[in-house]
């Protein structure tokens, strides 16, 4: 896949880096010249210095090749444009919009004239906001969040001493809004569990579950045995 990134921020750089590293073409667009000299040192694509919300900087990126083109900025309505550009020069490209402030985010998500021109809308601070609230309300999570469905993947780990090591997956009483969508035993074996599933004695759950029922599925899993048992 060949992508576009608008900004080399620190947003930016990180996205271009993992892309990289799972093999897609990727290309920068960024305004400061020093970022953008210092970025050609530090990744192994193209790094144009240069305007994303300018026709021909597009053009010199190779828009109308591009799979994918996303603008990184902390600018909102520079990432605006730029997707609305990219959107115009090649209709069947990804768009991906990063805004900053979450009011924009909701106006341009409720606007359908401008949904058209973006897949996908990211506020990286909304997400961060929310990822450390749901730290402060329920620690002690390896989590991975899903904002707008209410849900979370969650991961715990068990070992001899754990209640329920041992256990099928039917006898668990899980909450009705959880559910156990992999298990890894001691030694790494990934097994997709059914209800005649046997937790191992040591290893990983992972959980999908909506935010309510956090608190249970965190009591169940955390649950010790007794000393004399």
Same mark, same amino acid.
Do not use: W
């Given at each position: ?26 290309? @920068?667009? =960024?305004?400061?010249? /020093?970022?953008? &000299?210092?970025?050609?040192?530090? !990744?192994?694509?193209?790094? $144009? ?9 597009l ?47 909701? @106006?341009? =998500?409720?606007?359908? /004239?401008?949904? &058209?021109?973006?897949?996908?809308? !990211?506020s990286?601070?909304? $997400? ?39 256990k ?23 097994i997709?569990?059914?209800?005649d ?8 759950? $992972?959980?999908?579950?909506k ?19």
């Open positions: 896949m060949y992508v576009i990134i608008m900004g080399a921020g620190r947003v930016g750089y990180l996205v271009a880096k993992m892309l990289e590293e799972d093999g897609h073409d990727v290309t @920068i667009i =960024e305004m400061d010249r /020093d970022r953008a &000299k210092e970025l050609s040192l530090m !990744i192994n694509g193209l790094v $144009i210095e240069g305007d994303a919300t300018d026709t021909k900087t053009e010199e990126a190779n828009i109308k090749q591009a799979d994918a083109f996303a603008a990184l900025t902390g600018r909102d309505d520079a990432n605006l444009l730029a997707c609305i550009l990219a959107k115009s020069l090649n209709p069947n490209i990804k768009t991906s919009l990063r805004v900053s402030n979450p009011k924009n985010r909701r @106006i341009f =998500e409720e606007v359908k /004239d401008l949904k &058209k021109y973006f897949d996908f809308v !990211i990286p601070e909304e $997400i961060a906001a929310e990822y450390i609230s749901r730290n402060i309300v329920t620690p002690g999570f390896d989590r991975v969040l899903f904002p707008k469905e209410g849900a979370e993947i969650v991961r715990f780990t068990i070992d001899e001493n754990s209640k329920v090591a041992g099928l997956v039917k006898d668990l009483n899980l909450p009705r809004d959880a559910l156990i969508v992999a298990i890894y035993d001691g030694k790494g074996n990934l997709i569990p059914s209800g599933t046997k937790l191992p004695e040591k290893g990983q759950i $992972i959980i999908f579950a935010n309510s029922a956090l608190k249970e599925v965190k009591e169940l899993f955390e649950d010790r045995k007794e000393e004399s048992e």
